[in-house]
């Protein structure tokens, strides 16, 4: 079955650059989420897009925005990169109208930002 | 907002012993909780997952159960094996909020 898609899988900036990560949901799902993880830590929640509309906000910095397009397809724009946006960055994709798969979220395997 | 804690925060056992990790959540409005396993390098992947109209689930060697009063839920991994070691996350969502909020994870070492 086709999963979520990520890219780059990685990526290398320098600090004030920007970075833009784009992910791919999976066919038919609507919603979008776009997590960050540090090193040893839980994924913590940024933003979420539902029909193309931003639908929850997390703990995304003013530096990072976000949208999602008419094909579903998100992109994570990143600014002013600091060391510590370095991170693992997971996007995930769910469906509130496939009722089989009851909104479960599935994650794709994620990009890495490395800031030098 | 919501908060979930998760222990142990490491748990190693010997393959063929059952595992055991515990969450806890604070908003009693939560009515979804995944668990995630999560390997190195690797994006979260779902392994089991239950609604709050559920007090048990189970997949295999896998179960979960839920607790609504006490509000906490738990996984067993039952006759563990060595490709069971990976950092497993257990996760809650509310109507309305369908983002997860996530616990601060459980490696597992699974001991041949």
């Known amino acids: 079955a086709a999963g979520v898609i990520q890219s780059p899988r990685h990526l290398i900036k320098e600090k004030r650059e920007t970075a833009t990560l784009k992910c791919y949901p999976i066919p038919r799902h609507d919603t979008v989420y776009w997590y960050q993880q540090g090193p040893g830590q839980d994924p913590q929640f940024l933003i979420s897009f539902y029909e193309k509309m931003q639908s929850d906000k997390g703990s995304i910095p003013d530096r990072f925005s976000a949208q999602q397009f008419s094909d579903y397809h998100s992109e994570l724009n990143m600014s002013s990169l600091e060391l510590g946006d370095s991170a693992l960055y997971f996007c995930?994709?769910?469906?509130?109208?496939?009722?089989?798969?009851?909104?479960?979220?599935?994650f794709g395997e994620g990009s890495w930002l490395t800031v030098v | 907002g919501e908060n979930v804690e998760q222990h142990p925060s490491t748990l190693s056992v010997q393959e063929g012993d059952s595992a055991v990790i515990k969450c806890t959540y604070s908003d009693s409005a939560s009515n979804y909780f995944p668990w995630y396993k999560q390997e190195l390098g690797k994006g979260p992947q779902l392994i089991i997952d239950i609604r709050s109209n559920v007090g048990e689930k189970k997949d295999q060697r896998i179960a979960v159960t839920l607790n609504k009063t006490a509000k906490h839920f738990s996984l067993h991994i039952t006759e563990t094996q060595p490709e069971d070691s990976a950092v497993y996350f257990c996760a809650a969502s509310k109507p309305g909020r369908r983002a997860l909020t996530f616990g601060s994870g459980t490696r597992l070492q699974v001991q041949p």
């Open positions: 995930a994709s769910s469906s509130r109208t496939e009722i089989s798969s009851g909104n479960t979220i599935y």
